[in-house]
């Protein structure tokens, strides 16, 4: 696992991702400030928000680009035909390049976090709760990229359906809100919105609520102290595990 983690990382080197990460977290920074300061009340609030959502942003797409396009690498070099030829079992090369990833991951959640520092939120408690979830979702979408890369072998195409995944992961909570503000309504609307009902609610289970993840409030107001703001850790071990295992299956059934 150790010259799996030191390949990964002097491939992330090589391709300048943290240079480059860190170049246009800085511009986003700086825009954030400035949008912020145009804002005519709450200008440090308002460009907290901004920075933020931009910086999440930005670490996940970046993650995401670099974990599907190194898989591509692996597969047009047939390098992973002489990995998994070695004494290995899927697992556990399924969990050395999660590792790997979670390296990167960890080592990129720094350029935000410290982003954050400098603008000195109101609530520090805030920060340490949103940095701790800016890591999990991180790590959480390590193992998603690499399940779907996995399994689709093609970069372009694996880069946007886990885009896909992960926006629907962060907008199913919206959507839940709406469908259940309305219930009364679909109920009485006929067949069809019944099951469309039904097939939302049955996608929420299948897809991890990435909006509770990263919540701006967290950094102006601090957390509520309830359990519903540290329900995003049980969901990162849960679908990590999921994704990984899941990820395991698919190259066992697999022949190279």
């Known amino acids: 696992m150790r010259a799996t983690l030191r390949y990964v990382l002097l ?93 990167v991951a960890c080592l990129l959640a720094v350029i935000p976090i410290a982003g954050l520092f400098l603008l000195s939120p109101p609530s520090l408690a805030g920060l340490a709760v949103w940095s701790a979830s800016l890591i999990l979702e991180s790590l959480l979408v390590v193992a998603l990229a690499l399940t779907i890369s996995l399994a689709m072998g093609s970069a372009v195409a694996a880069t946007l359906a886990t885009l896909a995944v992960y926006a629907l992961g962060r907008e199913i909570g919206f959507l839940l809100a709406i469908t259940g503000s309305q219930s009364g309504a679909l109920q009485s609307s006929g067949a069809a919105a019944a099951w469309s009902d039904t097939l939302l609610q049955g996608l929420a289970l299948l897809v991890a609520r990435l909006d509770m993840f990263g919540q701006s409030a967290w950094l102006l107001y601090g957390p509520a102290g309830g359990i519903g703001d540290y329900w995003f850790a049980a969901q990162a071990v849960v679908y990590t595990g999921l994704l990984l295992v899941l990820a395991s299956v698919d190259l066992r059934r697999r022949r190279f």
């Open 11 to 103: 491939t992330a080197l090589r391709d300048r991702l943290f240079a480059v990460l860190a170049t246009l977290a800085t511009g986003l920074f700086v825009a954030a400030w400035v949008l912020g300061s145009a804002t005519l009340v709450e200008h440090e609030a308002a460009s907290i928000v901004l920075a933020a959502g931009a910086l999440r942003a930005l670490i996940v797409l970046g993650l995401v680009v670099f974990i599907c396009f190194h898989v591509q690498r692996l597969f047009d070099s047939r390098e992973i035909e002489a990995l998994l030829a070695r004494p290995m079992r899927r697992g556990q090369f399924v969990l050395a390049y999660w590792l790997a990833g979670a390296a």
